[in-house]
């Protein structure tokens, strides 16, 4: 009878690192470690060599920047999806590609089963599980962290030390860091007490807006169908552009986020991130909309935006209504093209101009001044019949007087 395999969805974090040992012995099987590089600087460093060091009989490393920006990550832009307001969620967007990347290899390996290094309480693990049950219904999944007998990262962190697996957590630097080219998301640690200001050691790449440069940053970023091509009239490859925006907006302390948010699962986490690309763009592209789509379209699509942010932040990628109404949101980006310029200052993000050949803003129509071609006594017949439901509701309310007054 030949021996298991499952394939294991790899970061090198503490978690995964732990896990291909543990598995390798719960099992008795060979592992396969599947690492997608999404643009994270630290543990991708080694990490093939410390998959096989770990106890795997083969790791496999692909790069996925460019897929996961173009076919994700600039899904979730168009869409203007920041959960709950605020989170561009740049773990998130990128778990469904790390879903589809694991199923990928799990056919070509001839697998049966794979196996994540998600929580029991997290998120990830249901997006990871329902992302596979969405793409190949018949994959078995492992999930050891909700079964194993560790019960904290310290027992983990003895486990590993025990077994001579590499980690970079200790007790003294407990943070779980997740990053990729979107964004970072630090938990862990002294976070979990939210009354407690995250120290400086949280953050892993934006400066101390105090400590940014005294002299302000001008950019020019240029969209095309509310895709981002150009920055500073130069047409860069999405990788380019967000890498090069990351480093921009760190080194001024753009993008740092201190969230509380509601989890899958029900529960409220803490999580402190950074995403300088992400907030840039989103703050740019929203304003190429503002002066764009009109008004029913608009405000029709905020309410989308916040339905497909949820969906993403709940692992429904997949979904048939997501397909749907990022159907919508492709319409809505036909004509949002155009450039807009930024500063960048201590923290800040200033939006100094923004142009488009499909503006509907009209000056003329706006201005106070002689200018002004707005016919000011249509108006008067405007307000009665737009006001006429809410008079005609006033006057049921009191029958009795002939006039209302508000």
């Given at each position: 009878?030949?021996?298991?395999?499952i394939?294991?969805?790899?970061?090198?974090?503490?978690?995964?690192?732990?896990?291909?040992?543990?598995?390798?012995?719960?099992y008795?099987?060979?592992?396969?470690?599947?690492?997608?590089?999404?643009?994270?600087?630290?543990?991708?460093?080694?990490?093939?060599?410390?998959?096989?060091?770990?106890?795997?009989?083969?790791?496999?490393?692909?790069?996925?920047?460019?897929?996961?920006?173009?076919?994700?990550?600039?899904?979730?832009?168009?869409?203007?999806?920041?959960?709950?307001?605020?989170?561009?969620?740049?773990?998130?967007?990128?778990?469904?590609?790390?879903?589809?990347?694991?199923?990928?290899?799990?056919i070509?390996?001839?697998?049966?089963?794979?196996?994540?290094?998600?929580?029991?309480?997290?998120?990830?693990?249901?997006?990871?599980?329902?992302?596979?049950?969405?793409?190949?219904?018949?994959?078995?999944?492992?999930?050891?962290?909700?079964?194993?007998?560790?019960?904290?990262?310290?027992?983990?962190?003895?486990?590993?030390?025990?077994?001579?697996?590499?980690?970079?957590?200790?007790?003294?630097?407990?943070?779980?860091?997740?990053?990729?080219?979107?964004?970072?998301?630090?938990?862990?640690?002294v976070?979990?007490?939210?009354?407690?200001?995250?120290?400086?050691?949280?953050?892993?790449?934006?400066?101390?807006?105090?400590?940014?440069?005294?002299?302000?940053?001008?950019?020019?970023?240029?969209?095309?169908?509310?895709?981002?091509?150009?920055?500073?009239?130069?047409?860069?490859?999405?990788?380019?552009?967000?890498?090069?925006?990351?480093?921009?907006?760190?080194?001024?302390?753009?993008?740092?986020?201190?969230?509380i948010?509601?989890?899958?699962?029900?529960?409220?986490?803490?999580?402190?991130?950074?995403?300088?690309?992400?907030?840039?763009?989103?703050?740019?592209?929203?304003?190429?909309?503002?002066?764009?789509?009109?008004?029913?379209?608009?405000r029709?699509?905020?309410?989308?935006s916040?339905?497909?942010?949820?969906?993403?932040?709940?692992?429904?990628?997949?979904?048939p209504?997501?397909?749907?109404?990022?159907?919508?949101?492709?319409a809505?980006?036909?004509?949002?093209?155009?450039?807009?310029?930024?500063?960048?200052?201590?923290?800040?993000?200033?939006?100094?101009?923004?142009?488009?050949?499909?503006?509907?803003?009209?000056?003329?129509?706006?201005?106070?001044?002689?200018?002004?071609?707005?016919?000011?006594?249509?108006?008067?017949?405007f307000i009665?019949?737009?006001?006429?439901?809410?008079?005609?509701?006033?006057?049921?309310?009191?029958?009795?007087?002939?006039?209302?007054?508000?």
């Open positions: 009878m030949a021996k298991r395999k394939v294991v969805a790899y970061s090198g974090g503490l978690d995964t690192s732990v896990m291909v040992k543990w598995l390798k012995d719960k008795d099987a060979d592992i396969v470690t599947a690492t997608g590089f999404l643009g994270q600087v630290k543990e991708i460093e080694g990490v093939k060599e410390k998959a096989l060091k770990t106890g795997a009989v083969k790791a496999i490393v692909l790069d996925l920047r460019e897929e996961f920006l173009t076919n994700y990550v600039w899904k979730a832009l168009k869409a203007s999806a920041l959960y709950e307001g605020a989170y561009p969620m740049a773990c998130a967007i990128g778990r469904p590609l790390l879903a589809k990347m694991l199923v990928d290899v799990a070509e390996e001839g697998v049966d089963s794979v196996a994540h290094g998600c929580t029991g309480k997290g998120n990830d693990q249901v997006r990871f599980e329902v992302g596979v049950q969405s793409l190949a219904p018949r994959l078995d999944v492992i999930a050891p962290l909700r079964t194993w007998e560790f019960k904290s990262r310290e027992e983990e962190m003895e486990y590993a030390r025990k077994h001579n697996i590499p980690v970079k957590a200790t007790k003294e630097n407990p943070y779980s860091i997740d990053e990729n080219l979107w964004g970072i998301a630090v938990e862990c640690g976070l979990e007490d939210p009354t407690v200001s995250p120290p400086d050691d949280a953050y892993q790449i934006t400066v101390d807006p105090k400590n940014s440069p005294d002299t302000p940053a001008l950019i020019t970023i240029g969209f095309e169908k509310g895709i981002p091509i150009c920055l500073n009239e130069i047409e860069l490859s999405a990788v380019e552009l967000v890498s090069q925006l990351r480093d921009l907006g760190a080194a001024y302390g753009v993008g740092r986020l201190d969230l948010e509601n989890r899958v699962v029900g529960i409220k986490s803490r999580e402190i991130y950074e995403a300088p690309a992400a907030v840039i763009l989103h703050t740019a592209h929203s304003e190429l909309e503002r002066l764009i789509l009109d008004k029913e379209t608009f029709y699509k905020q309410n989308v916040n339905k497909i942010a949820n969906l993403i932040y709940d692992g429904l990628w997949y979904s209504l997501f397909k749907s109404l990022c159907a919508f949101v492709d809505t980006q036909e004509n949002i093209t155009g450039e807009v310029k930024l500063e960048l200052y201590k923290g800040t993000i200033k939006t100094l101009s923004r142009s488009s050949v499909y503006s509907l803003y009209n000056k003329n129509l706006a201005t106070y001044t002689v200018e002004d071609t707005f016919d000011h006594k249509s108006s008067d017949g009665k019949i737009y006001g006429l439901p809410y008079k005609t509701i006033a006057l049921v309310k009191n029958p009795a007087k002939e006039e209302v007054t508000v």
